[in-house]
Antibody
Framework: EVQLVESGGGLVKPGGSLRLSCAASGFTFSNAWMSWVRQAPGKGLEWVGRIKSKTDGGTTDYAAPVKGRFTISRDDSKNTLYLQMNSLKTEDTAVYYC???????????WGQGTLVTVSS | EIVLTQSPGTLSLSPGERATLSCRASQSVSSSYLAWYQQKPGQAPRLLIYGASSRATGIPDRFSGSGSGTDFTLTISRLEPEDFAVYYCQQYGSSRTFGQGTKLEIK
């Protein structure tokens, strides 16, 4: 059974940093492309970014609002995906979901999400 | 960036009725890289349809997707009580964006 468990959310001040983790199990993590999607309270879904498998180059791409501030990385030895968030803004407040991502079928598995609150 | 516009914003129907949800793209979606997701309150989204018309694993056949280019549709043939939720379309070809969602509520 595929499981994705996010952790690391919490309250952080504007301008601060936070690192989210996503522990994966039930599939071959090293072969998987992964992504982060967020959802502000009461709002819709917003794409954050994606990382390819190392076999496919391990490259990343990001949505415009987070480019240059957020970094997605992976540790295949630990079956873990990361999202490093720097220079946080109040508008980054959201539930952050980790997903598997297939280039031909989108985000087929989702974690339960972790809440990040950016507030002074 | 491709902008996806979903309509209507809210759809009020009764169980047993047919639901038709629309997703329009600001430019053509390459290779029909269009997905639909269902989200219930307090839950993570669930993939329903990918490639515009392929059902994801375990999705009942009352859910169907159609369309190409810039116009896509999600149809639920006969609504069950558990189908009342928010539905999002997403294009995952050129970059990746979501529509703003359609709330399907019980009439």
């Amino acid at each position: 059974e595929v499981q994705l468990v996010e952790s690391g959310g919490g309250l952080v001040k504007p301008g601060g940093s936070l690192r989210l983790s996503c522990a994966a199990s039930g599939f071959t993590f090293s072969n998987a492309w992964m992504s982060w999607v967020r959802q502000a309270p009461g709002k819709g879904l917003e794409w954050v970014g994606r990382i390819k498998s190392k076999t496919d180059g391990g490259t990343t791409d990001y949505a415009a609002p987070v480019k240059g501030r957020f970094t997605i990385s992976r540790d295949d030895s630990k079956n873990t995906l990361y999202l490093q968030m720097n220079s946080l803004k109040t508008e980054d407040t959201a539930v952050y979901y980790c997903t598997t991502f297939k280039p031909r079928s989108g985000s087929d598995y989702w974690g339960q999400g972790t809440l990040v609150t950016v507030s002074s | 960036e491709i902008v996806l516009t979903q309509s209507p914003g809210t759809l009020s129907l009764s169980p047993g009725e047919r639901a038709t949800l629309s997703c329009r793209a600001s430019q053509s979606v390459s290779s029909s890289y269009l997905a639909w997701y269902q989200q219930k309150p307090g839950q993570a989204p669930r993939l329903l349809i990918y490639g515009a018309s392929s059902r994801a694993t375990g999705i009942p056949d009352r859910f169907s997707g159609s369309g190409s280019g810039t116009d896509f549709t999600l149809t639920i043939s006969r609504l069950e009580p558990e189908d009342f939720a928010v539905y999002y379309c997403q294009q995952y070809g050129s970059s990746r964006t979501f529509g703003q969602g359609t709330k399907l509520e019980i009439k």
